[in-house]
């Protein structure tokens, strides 16, 4: 299992190197970048990044506007780093998403117990997107199915048809009420799309052959 990884944007090579080394002996892999155009060169190539640390005052791209784009296509966490500490400054860093917020000077104790924070709220939302069923591990927030560590490639709908039976475990649904419940009332394909879409989920995941039981001449369930 891979490390934490942390990106920590910081002009002034003192102050970024010392964050640095602290978050290194801590045990957290770092990225380093020395203004906001390589911040976010760097986080568009590299998807592991957990949690930033970014200096507002920034050349070429400013702080507030690195945590603004990247805001707008992740939920990463960002603890702003600043010499301002005015209220108005602390209120537009929050408007532009960022979660945490600290005035420089800073105590590097303090920093650490703000990114472990952070840190274990990103482990408990992590907890709470994934389920564990059939064999299989999912990750709903990813959309992502794994069996025996493969990552399985399925279809949006597969998917979808996947997700019904394990939110209703145990329960017997006809087809008709498969489709309107998954694919929608206003669906105009027949009952045996659902047969179709239950034969690719036995195919793609051994562990469904045996637990996604067809119902004779009615429909299906998911037994576990």
Not at 46 to 64: Q, T, Y
Not at 137 to 156: C, G, H, M, P, W
Request: charged share 35%; net charge negative; glycine share 6%.
């Amino acid at each position: 299992m891979r490390g934490i990884t942390i990106l920590v944007v910081e002009d002034e090579l003192a102050i970024r190197k010392l964050i640095s080394r602290y978050m290194i002996r801590e045990g957290y892999e770092v990225i380093e970048a020395e203004d906001g155009e390589v911040a976010m060169d760097l986080w568009q190539n590299h998807e592991e990044i957990d949690l930033i640390i970014l200096d507002v005052m920034l050349p070429k791209l400013n702080g507030w506007q690195v945590c603004q784009k990247i805001k707008e296509e992740s939920d990463v966490p960002i603890l702003l780093l600043t010499a301002c500490s005015e209220e108005e400054d602390r209120v537009m860093g929050f408007d532009l998403g960022a979660d945490q917020y600290m005035a420089k000077p800073f105590s590097n104790k303090e920093l650490l117990a703000r990114i472990k924070n952070m840190l274990k709220r990103i482990k408990k939302q992590s907890l709470e997107d994934q389920l564990e069923v059939a064999g299989l591990t999912i990750n709903t927030k990813a959309r992502q199915v794994f069996y025996d560590s493969k990552d399985l490639e399925f279809s949006k709908r597969e998917y979808d048809l996947l997700l019904f039976f394990i939110n209703h475990q145990d329960k017997v649904f006809s087809r008709q009420q498969i489709l309107d419940l998954v694919w929608g009332k206003d669906y105009e394909g027949g009952e045996r799309t659902v047969d179709t879409h239950v034969k690719c989920l036995r195919k793609k995941c051994p562990s469904l052959k045996e637990k996604l039981r067809t119902m004779r001449g009615y429909g299906y369930k998911l037994e576990v």
